[in-house]
């Protein structure tokens, strides 16, 4: 079985946080929440499975956006192929776990918050080791079918809501990005994959974010690392998109806005 490396957890500011008007570094999410939707924020807790392009920066946002716990996973580190999509991959950040790289980057936005990071390979059996009563949302930014079901199953059997994010790759138009449960999805050959599955597993209910584009075909790098899935091109633009949408989503439902 496959044990975590790292597990990094920071307890500042522990127990419920008391929001403050006057912050400037959530006075502009007052504006459009109120004192009331900052504290939810403050006391929620969002895991994120997944630190690669959709990941990293839905977990950006949710941390500017003032979330007061964070769990993060993910097992792989930093690689060069990663800087033209991923918010936490830099030169300086190149070789160094990501579950690491998030966790600094959240405390270094909110210093406040409560981050809880594990250099961990997610697997249908190890699901239930990283949640526990005190996460409020499960965001899957996670590639592997399976994993992603275990998920969704999960969070249904112990009434955590969940979104889940499908393929960004070869897409490229953002437009045609948007929110749907599992069984109301088209086009997306991962929608299709995870939707059979799901109907397999009793799942009800799979909020998903994917793209109704019919994915463009890419020819594999000539020289290119085995490991990476060559046949897999992605803008720069899209997965980050995709995180930004999904943060958005999860805050949204925090404070209570339809």
Known sequence: MQVDLRQDECAAGAGQRTSEAGDARTSRTARVVGAEGVERLENATV???????VGS????ALARAGVGSLVLIDRDEVEESNINRQALAFYSTIGRRKAEVMAAMVRDISPHARVTAHDAFVTEDRVGEFIDDSV??????????????????????KGIAYVGSMGA???RYPEELRFADIYDTRTCPLCRAVRKQARKRGIEHMRVLYSAEQPI?????????????TELGTFSFMPPIM???IAGDVIKSIVGIE
């Open 47 to 53: 895991a994120v499975f997944g630190l690669g392009g």
């Open 57 to 60: 920066s839905c977990a950006e």
């Open 136 to 157: 409020d949302y499960i965001v899957d930014a996670l590639d592997t079918v399976t994993t992603k079901l275990a998920l969704a199953a999960y969070a249904q059997q």
């Open 169 to 171: 790759a070869n897409k």
């Open 217 to 229: 075909a890419v020819a594999a790098a000539e020289g290119a690392l085995r490991r990476e899935r």
């Open 243 to 245: 995180g930004q949408m």
